[in-house]
């Protein structure tokens, strides 16, 4: 990775970051992610999958610490590198195409939503009632958050797109 990647990859954590820490909590203390919004537009430069999980585990570190969901630190991180090496792929399989890579937004947080979900609800709250926060959960955040991040990642690819600072890499 080039040093101009690695500085637009950790300008992009950075606001992510700051995004996920000021953003108030939704429902029993999760919050949308635009720290993964941010971490889906740094994968848009990597050249290889390598690349891609690196930013995703620092982006998943980065939510780790900022979480208020309880034991949420370990979903975070697993949450983030399953959904960042999907979006790499999905990124390179749809390509530059600026109505189907939209869609990578939010495919990528419903996917990163459900991972944090299935992995934090029974190591928070206890599996006695996983069946019952799983859907409600679902529907209560990650689907906000989806249409959110979309929205959001849309603005900023469009930035991006006009600066011409760094390439993306679709094919």
Do not use: W
Not at 78 to 106: A, P, Q, R, T, W
């Amino acid at each position: 990775m080039d040093s101009k990647k690695l500085t637009v990859s950790s300008i992009f954590l950075s606001v992510g970051l700051l995004l996920h820490y000021i953003t108030p909590a939704l429902f029993l203390g999760v919050k949308p992610d635009f720290l993964l919004v941010m971490m889906f537009l740094g994968i848009f430069f990597m050249d290889n999958v390598k690349e891609a999980f690196v930013l995703s585990l620092f982006a998943g570190l980065l939510a780790a610490f900022t979480t208020n969901f309880p034991m949420g630190q370990l979903p975070n991180i697993l949450d983030k590198i399953v959904s960042g090496i999907v979006v790499y792929y999905l990124f390179k399989v749809m390509g530059k195409n600026k109505v189907k890579s939209n869609f990578v937004f939010m495919i990528g947080t419903l996917i990163s939503g459900f991972v944090f979900l299935v992995t934090a609800i029974p190591m928070g709250m206890g599996t006695e009632n996983f069946s019952n926060l799983l859907p409600s959960m679902f529907v209560a955040v990650c689907l906000p958050t989806s249409v959110l991040n979309t929205i959001v990642g849309i603005f900023f690819k469009k930035i991006i797109y006009r600066t011409n600072y760094v390439k993306i890499n679709a094919q």
